[in-house]
């Protein structure tokens, strides 16, 4: 059968020929025209069923014209006939070589096939042919990921062996060579240059070597991508080319009265799968063009009503209409008209009668390169869009101004002017510098334009003024934007106020000032009410104490009461005025402790001998539970861990009920903490009332006859703070009261090698001056205090005293005498203490005179300043008895006074 095809085709191409002969030179007729397309339909059919699909090709075009012609009762024109000319010598090539089926189309006619739906279990097939491990793998797994089986090959000799086993669907490859090498320089023998299964292939350079992609495009290459690429853009084109082309068909228009004409193209295009929409009257293009949306348009040259010319121009004036490509059908060949018309906005000229592979491939290529454009520009059109968006949103948030290289500026927007006070048309053009304020000195300016001219970014804080002269403050960034040979060209400025900001703070600045400021000065007028209040508590104290401890017969028993009464008065007020002062120094960050290692039980015993005078009056019984910790030790400030105990015992003593009980306690927390536990008889308190317990100058109703103005719990809290431990409290109404102190848990081995001494120093020792000859010269303008001093030393009959109201009188004095020891007041008239000293050090024999402060200011930081001035020891005022001869005894004991 396939050969009695091929031998009759000569017959039937000769017959075709009779039947036209007989058409085109006489009265067309029907029954030819029949007899013709029948002849034509036979060889498609048969044409396609041996193989041979260009004979079939070339008879369905000829066949679609006759079709053409029998549909439309009008005259036939020459472009009719030249159509059929051309279309029945189009058929005639076809039949040169009918013996053999058509060979494969060669790469460059490669075309995807139609979209065929995917068979159960059946994944088509990806080879990857690449140097990378990693991105390969990559790839292979996108690809899985989308329903396709993939194999990755390092070399060309095992992807050649996966190849002659099974056709791929599509190759990507970044290597064309036998040995190996990576692209860039082709080898001549390319491993794709015979393409045998016509596969798509997807090439991926390394470079944009010309060369290079002339030689993927002759090896079989569909796209040609340069490194580095997206894997999901590899993807993309992969779906597309083993689907079979693009996803939507191609949308024309024919604009063209000559229905035979249309009636041709619109039945090739047609069986091209595209989609096809005829308009014959030319004044509906614009309407049917907004309804249809075309890709492409066909016009013909010659319109009724119009010349395509004149239609094309008016569709080039609609903006919206200027992505469309035209391809003008024209039945002349004039040069000068077929310039006209592409000087007009078309895109391409086909002169009728037209072969329909060229109207095919010609709308193809205009179409796809359409769809490019159109993606790109809508592309460009969202992106623009969004940076209008951006910008509209920057522009309703920060102030945004752009100055050219110069520093002029060339673009503010509303934000800008709104804060500056300047309109658009008096900035643009000036140097951005004339915003200024003269808050920054020169060198912020030049620093920032360095920064902007190396290519750099710029972030700070800077103030501006405004065109009234008010200052405001922005945060600024600013960016450069580089030109393509990365050179800056412009600086955007993009800044949000912070003005209010900036006030506050500085607001809060002065606020703090002034509250350091008012703190400092409640400090310097408590220091000074302490020490204008120990001044006449000196005599109060001293005197009281000097009729205590008389033991003749000179008062009675119920003037002794008084004069306890009058001495505990006189400890109570000035407990009082140390704790003010404390929790003043506290405050204000001037109170400072000296944590060493301080035995547990020593201490603690130390703490209950000081409180067991008040329980015995109150008839309190104080226990012990400590002893269990005889090898403990706490981390803290032996004076001010005392105060806090004596504070909550006394307290513990002070609110307890009658014939009430005490229990001083203390356990291991963990290995690292000891807590101290003060625990009471007394009325308890509810939860309510705990809160408040620790806050300055609070006292709880229920103890409010009692003595004290509620500052020892506050001042107790931040001493232990202070010494880095804790204090809390826990209570029942009716049960007690149970306070607690947390501190860091030491061992005894762990005591400091002058903390003992330093303890045993603070006891009572014994008085190496009772029976010392000494001579002693006070320094005070205060004859009371002096009188205290020298009733103190009356009982030691040894020891001489001798008095000077101004340094420069003791100093003579001092001269004249050869004292052992000086007693000094620091706050004396003309000449301080201080000065005194340093002005005795200076005469001869004198330098090594001991000297000891005694003054009314009792803080720790004069205490310092003293001792490191040269002082050998400090006395507080008022002057306890005790202190006055335990300070004597450790300077004779540390300067060897003792008789030769």
Same mark, same amino acid.
């Given at each position: 059968?396939?050969?009695?095809?091929?031998?009759?085709?000569?017959?039937?191409?000769?017959?075709?020929?009779?039947?036209?002969?007989?058409?085109?030179?006489?009265?067309?007729?029907?029954?030819?025209?029949?007899?013709?397309?029948?002849?034509?339909?036979?060889?498609?059919?048969?044409?396609?069923?041996?193989?041979?699909?260009?004979?079939?090709?070339?008879?369905?075009?000829?066949?679609?014209?006759?079709?053409?012609?029998?549909?439309?009762?009008?005259?036939?024109?020459?472009?009719?006939?030249?159509?059929?000319?051309?279309?029945?010598?189009?058929?005639?090539?076809?039949?040169?070589?009918?013996?053999?089926?058509?060979?494969?189309?060669?790469?460059?006619?490669?075309?995807?096939?139609?979209?065929?739906?995917?068979?159960?279990?059946?994944?088509?097939?990806?080879?990857?042919?690449?140097?990378?491990?990693?991105?390969?793998?990559?790839?292979?797994?996108?690809?899985?990921?989308?329903?396709?089986?993939?194999?990755?090959?390092?070399?060309?000799?095992?992807?050649?062996?996966?190849?002659?086993?099974?056709?791929?669907?599509? $190759? /990507?490859?970044? *290597?064309?060579?036998?040995? =190996?090498?990576?692209?860039?320089? !082709?080898?001549? +023998? @390319?491993? %794709?240059? #015979?393409?045998?299964?016509?596969?798509?292939?997807?090439?991926?350079?390394?470079?944009?070597?010309?060369?290079?992609?002339?030689?993927?495009?002759?090896?079989?290459?569909?796209?040609?991508?340069?490194?580095?690429?997206?894997?999901?853009?590899?993807?993309?084109?992969?779906?597309?080319?083993?689907?079979?082309?693009?996803?939507?068909?191609?949308?024309?228009?024919?604009?063209?009265?000559?229905?035979?004409?249309?009636?041709?193209?619109?039945?090739?295009?047609?069986?091209?799968?595209?989609?096809?929409?005829?308009?014959?009257?030319?004044?509906?293009?614009?309407?049917?063009?907004?309804?249809?949306?075309?890709?492409?348009?066909?016009?013909?040259?010659?319109?009724?009503?119009?010349?395509?010319?004149?239609?094309?121009? $008016? /569709?080039?004036? *609609?903006?919206?209409?200027? =992505?469309?490509?035209?391809?003008? !059908?024209?039945? +002349? @060949?004039? %040069?000068? #008209?077929?310039?006209?018309?592409?000087?007009?906005?078309?895109?391409?000229?086909?002169?009728?009668?037209?072969?329909?592979?060229?109207?095919?491939?010609?709308?193809?290529?205009?179409?796809?390169?359409?769809?490019?454009?159109?993606?790109?520009?809508?592309?460009?059109?969202?992106?623009?869009?969004?940076?209008?968006?951006?910008?509209?949103?920057?522009?309703?948030?920060?102030?945004?101004?752009?100055?050219?290289?110069?520093?002029?500026?060339?673009?503010?927007?509303?934000?800008?002017?709104?804060?500056?006070?300047?309109?658009?048309?008096?900035?643009?053009?000036?140097?951005?510098?004339?915003?200024?304020?003269?808050?920054?000195?020169?060198?912020?300016?030049?620093?920032?334009?360095?920064?902007?001219?190396?290519?750099? $970014?710029?972030?700070?804080?800077?103030?501006?003024?405004?065109?009234?002269?008010?200052?405001?403050?922005?945060?600024?960034?600013?960016?450069?934007?580089?030109?393509?040979?990365?050179?800056?060209?412009?600086?955007?400025?993009?800044?949000?106020?912070?003005?209010?900001?900036?006030?506050?703070?500085?607001?809060?600045?002065?606020?703090?000032?002034?509250?350091?400021?008012?703190?400092?000065?409640?400090?310097?007028?408590?220091?000074?009410?302490?020490?204008?209040?120990?001044?006449?508590?000196?005599?109060?104290?001293?005197?009281?104490?000097?009729?205590?401890?008389?033991?003749?017969?000179?008062?009675?028993?119920?003037?002794?009461?008084?004069?306890?009464?009058?001495?505990?008065?006189?400890?109570?007020?000035?407990?009082?005025?140390?704790?003010?002062?404390?929790?003043?120094?506290?405050?204000?960050?001037?109170?400072?402790?000296?944590?060493?290692?301080?035995?547990?039980?020593?201490?603690?015993?130390?703490?209950?001998?000081?409180?067991?005078?008040?329980?015995?009056?109150?008839?309190?019984?104080?226990?012990?539970?400590?002893?269990?910790?005889?090898?403990?030790?706490?981390?803290?400030?032996?004076?001010?861990?005392?105060?806090?105990?004596?504070?909550?015992?006394?307290?513990?003593?002070?609110?307890?009920?009658?014939?009430?009980?005490?229990?001083?306690?203390?356990?291991?927390?963990?290995?690292?903490?000891?807590?101290?536990?003060?625990?009471?008889?007394?009325?308890?308190?509810?939860?309510?009332?705990?809160?408040?317990?620790?806050?300055?100058?609070?006292?709880?109703?229920?103890?409010?006859?009692?003595?004290?103005?509620?500052?020892?719990?506050?001042?107790?809290?931040?001493?232990?703070?202070?010494?880095?431990?804790?204090?809390?409290?826990?209570?029942?109404?009716?049960?007690?009261?149970?306070?607690?102190?947390?501190?860091?848990?030491?061992?005894?081995?762990?005591?400091?090698?002058?903390?003992?001494?330093?303890?045993?120093?603070?006891?009572?020792?014994?008085?190496?001056?009772?029976?010392?000859?000494?001579?002693?010269?006070?320094?005070?303008?205060?004859?009371?205090?002096?009188?205290?001093?020298?009733?103190?030393?009356?009982?030691?009959?040894?020891?001489?005293?001798?008095?000077?109201?101004?340094?420069?009188?003791?100093?003579?004095?001092?001269?004249?005498?050869?004292?052992?020891?000086?007693?000094?007041?620091?706050?004396?008239?003309?000449?301080?203490?201080?000065?005194?000293?340093?002005?005795?050090?200076?005469?001869?024999?004198?330098?090594?005179?001991?000297?000891?402060?005694?003054?009314?200011?009792?803080?720790?930081?004069?205490?310092?300043?003293?001792?490191?001035?040269?002082?050998?020891?400090?006395?507080?005022?008022?002057?306890?008895?005790?202190?006055?001869?335990?300070?004597?005894?450790?300077?004779?004991?540390?300067?060897?006074?003792?008789?030769?």
């Amino acid at each position: 059968m396939h050969g009695e095809f091929l031998s009759g085709l000569d017959a039937n191409m000769v017959l075709i020929k009779d039947y036209w002969s007989g058409i085109r030179f006489s009265t067309p007729d029907q029954e030819r025209l029949t007899a013709m397309l029948d002849l034509a339909q036979r060889l498609v059919s048969d044409g396609g069923k041996f193989g041979h699909q260009q004979i079939a090709t070339a008879a369905r075009n000829l066949a679609s014209f006759i079709q053409a012609l029998l549909q439309n009762q009008m005259l036939l024109g020459d472009q009719h006939y030249r159509q059929v000319d051309l279309l029945i010598q189009l058929l005639k090539s076809s039949l040169r070589n009918p013996y053999q089926p058509d060979a494969d189309l060669t790469h460059d006619q490669w075309r995807p096939a139609p979209r065929m739906p995917h068979l159960r279990g059946f994944k088509p097939l990806v080879l990857l042919l690449e140097e990378g491990e990693y991105g390969s793998r990559l790839l292979a797994d996108k690809l899985r990921e989308k329903g396709y089986a993939t194999e990755v090959f390092k070399s060309y000799p095992d992807y050649r062996q996966a190849v002659e086993k099974r056709t791929p669907s599509l $190759v /990507i490859t970044d *290597r064309i060579f036998p040995d =190996g090498r990576l692209t860039g320089k !082709l080898a001549p +023998e @390319a491993i %794709f240059r #015979r393409n045998d299964h016509r596969v798509p292939m997807i090439f991926v350079a390394y470079d944009n070597d010309i060369q290079v992609h002339f030689d993927a495009i002759r090896s079989g290459c569909v796209h040609y991508c340069l490194t580095p690429v997206n894997d999901g853009k590899l993807v993309e084109m992969a779906e597309v080319l083993i689907s079979g082309g693009p996803r939507d068909p191609y949308r024309v228009m024919i604009i063209d009265a000559d229905r035979i004409m249309t009636g041709f193209y619109e039945s090739i295009l047609r069986d091209e799968g595209m989609q096809v929409s005829v308009i014959a009257d030319p004044l509906r293009t614009i309407d049917s063009v907004r309804d249809y949306r075309p890709e492409l348009i066909l016009i013909n040259l010659h319109l009724p009503s119009c010349t395509g010319l004149e239609l094309t121009t $008016v /569709i080039r004036q *609609r903006e919206h209409l200027s =992505g469309i490509s035209i391809i003008f !059908l024209s039945t +002349e @060949a004039d %040069f000068d #008209r077929q310039l006209a018309a592409i000087n007009t906005g078309g895109d391409d000229l086909l002169t009728v009668p037209v072969d329909p592979q060229l109207l095919i491939t010609t709308i193809n290529s205009r179409v796809e390169r359409a769809r490019t454009l159109n993606r790109i520009n809508y592309d460009l059109l969202n992106a623009l869009r969004e940076l209008e968006n951006q910008q509209n949103a920057m522009d309703q948030h920060a102030i945004i101004s752009i100055c050219n290289i110069n520093g002029s500026l060339i673009y503010v927007n509303e934000k800008f002017c709104a804060i500056s006070g300047y309109p658009r048309a008096e900035v643009l053009g000036r140097d951005y510098l004339f915003l200024r304020s003269d808050l920054h000195d020169e060198e912020l300016y030049r620093r920032i334009w360095r920064t902007l001219l190396a290519g750099e $970014v710029w972030q700070g804080e800077v103030c501006n003024r405004k065109k009234n002269g008010d200052l405001y403050w922005v945060n600024v960034t600013m960016v450069p934007f580089r030109d393509e040979e990365d050179r800056p060209y412009q600086f955007v400025s993009i800044s949000s106020d912070i003005t209010a900001r900036i006030v506050a703070e500085q607001n809060m600045l002065k606020a703090r000032d002034t509250a350091v400021t008012a703190n400092q000065t409640k400090s310097d007028f408590l220091s000074k009410m302490s020490h204008e209040l120990r001044t006449p508590l000196n005599a109060v104290m001293g005197f009281s104490q000097l009729l205590e401890t008389n033991t003749g017969d000179d008062l009675t028993d119920q003037q002794r009461q008084y004069v306890r009464e009058i001495r505990n008065a006189g400890t109570h007020l000035l407990n009082l005025i140390n704790e003010v002062l404390d929790l003043s120094r506290i405050e204000s960050n001037q109170l400072t402790v000296e944590n060493i290692t301080i035995p547990l039980a020593l201490f603690l015993d130390e703490c209950h001998a000081l409180v067991m005078p008040m329980a015995r009056d109150k008839n309190i019984t104080v226990r012990k539970n400590y002893r269990h910790l005889a090898d403990a030790a706490v981390h803290a400030d032996p004076v001010r861990l005392k105060q806090v105990m004596v504070n909550l015992l006394s307290n513990a003593i002070k609110y307890n009920t009658p014939a009430g009980q005490v229990l001083i306690q203390a356990n291991t927390q963990g290995d690292a903490k000891i807590v101290i536990e003060v625990v009471d008889t007394g009325e308890g308190m509810d939860a309510s009332q705990l809160d408040s317990l620790f806050k300055p100058f609070t006292r709880l109703p229920q103890h409010k006859h009692e003595e004290g103005v509620g500052i020892g719990l506050a001042l107790s809290k931040r001493l232990c703070e202070l010494m880095g431990g804790s204090i809390g409290v826990s209570s029942k109404v009716g049960v007690g009261s149970r306070f607690w102190i947390a501190l860091d848990r030491m061992t005894l081995q762990d005591l400091d090698d002058d903390a003992g001494a330093r303890h045993a120093a603070a006891k009572p020792g014994g008085r190496l001056l009772d029976n010392l000859p000494l001579k002693l010269i006070y320094i005070e303008d205060n004859l009371a205090n002096f009188k205290l001093v020298r009733e103190i030393l009356l009982s030691h009959p040894g020891l001489s005293l001798q008095h000077a109201e101004t340094v420069p009188a003791g100093i003579e004095l001092a001269v004249a005498q050869r004292p052992d020891i000086i007693l000094m007041d620091l706050q004396l008239p003309g000449m301080d203490g201080y000065e005194g000293l340093r002005h005795l050090r200076t005469l001869q024999g004198m330098g090594s005179l001991p000297v000891i402060a005694i003054s009314a200011f009792a803080n720790e930081e004069n205490i310092r300043l003293a001792m490191s001035e040269g002082f050998d020891d400090y006395i507080t005022k008022p002057i306890d008895i005790d202190c006055l001869l335990n300070s004597l005894n450790r300077v004779i004991e540390r300067r060897n006074l003792y008789p030769p």
